[in-house]
């Protein structure tokens, strides 16, 4: 008992001073902290019967080689993986939730498995209401105006939402809870697509060459077809993740990039995802049992 409590309490206070690097420290977490993290995670998952640590290692390779590859395509940042695989070494396997214990017994699902869901709900919400609501307006969204295709599109998910909901119940029968947390999730999805462009630009700042830092993400989808034949020209590892290679080859260059500089803090929605995962369980498993 004292053990996992341990393990909770590891798990946690990563999980928090991760957010707290990332929201306060320009989304910069420090390798040392990073690296002795990580160390603890592999520490921590000696300390299992070998066959569950044969699997956490396993599961943590994977979420390494699968961070990695989305690290260097650009959409997520080196941080951020190395924070997954370091969860899931202390936590490989979904406990019993705390508030709902009921609700995934005798099912074996790997932890982060359940925290993903969950981080992308939190994300979900808080991007609508930071980049709707709460951010500053940015210079680049002059003019805009949301198109009827954006309007089409989220209609569109919409109705497939409900189609869903609709087959699930016709076959299985769908409780009022069921209902709701489908809503819950089908409505922000819908505003999302509905003002992805206007989310994008408030996201961005632009930037010269000598102000990029190694592993911002470059807004590519909203550049204009010959600023990226202009860089590509300078560069040919020019693409959404700024290397050193790549702002050596484009200092020189006087033409502005736009950065994800006003990114929400992926960390932050973690540590979230991790308490809700403890307390609630899975919750696609939670939306089926209800």
Not at 51 to 70: E, K, Q
Not at 121 to 135: E, G, P, Q, R
Not at 232 to 258: A, C, M, Y
Request: hydrophobic content about 60%; charged content about 15%; overall charge positive.
């Amino acid at each position: 008992m004292y053990v996992y409590q341990i393990r909770l309490v590891l798990l946690l206070a990563i999980a928090l001073a991760y957010a707290i690097f990332d929201t306060f420290n320009k989304r910069n977490v420090p390798n040392a902290f990073v690296y002795g993290a990580l160390a603890v995670g592999f520490v921590s998952t000696l300390f299992y019967p070998l066959h569950v640590m044969i699997v956490s290692v396993l599961i943590a390779l994977v979420l390494g080689a699968v961070g990695y590859f989305i690290y260097r395509l650009g959409f997520m940042g080196a941080g951020d993986f190395f924070e997954f695989m370091t969860i899931s070494l202390i936590l490989p396997i979904q406990p019993l939730p705390a508030l709902l214990g009921s609700a995934i017994s005798g099912v074996q699902l790997p932890f982060m498995f359940s925290v993903f869901i969950a981080t992308a709900y939190v994300m979900l919400v808080s991007i609508i209401v930071y980049y709707l609501f709460l951010a500053k307006k940015s210079p680049l969204e002059k003019g805009y105006k949301i198109s009827m295709r954006q309007v089409f599109s989220a209609l569109v998910l919409f109705l497939a939402y409900m189609l869903l909901l609709a087959f699930i119940w016709i076959l299985e029968g769908i409780g009022l809870v069921s209902s709701i947390l489908v809503l819950l999730i089908a409505v922000p999805s819908c505003i999302i697509v509905a003002f992805d462009r206007l989310i994008n630009l408030r996201m961005i700042s632009m930037l010269g060459p000598d102000e990029l830092d190694e592993g911002d993400m470059i807004a590519v989808n909203l550049m204009k077809k010959e600023d990226i034949a202009y860089f590509k020209k300078h560069s040919q590892n020019f693409g959404r993740l700024v290397t050193k290679k790549l702002k050596h080859d484009i200092i020189n260059s006087e033409k502005k990039l736009p950065v994800y500089r006003n990114a929400v803090p992926l960390a932050l929605f973690t540590f979230f995802g991790v308490i809700i995962s403890l307390a609630f369980g899975n919750l696609i498993l939670l939306l089926i049992s209800h």
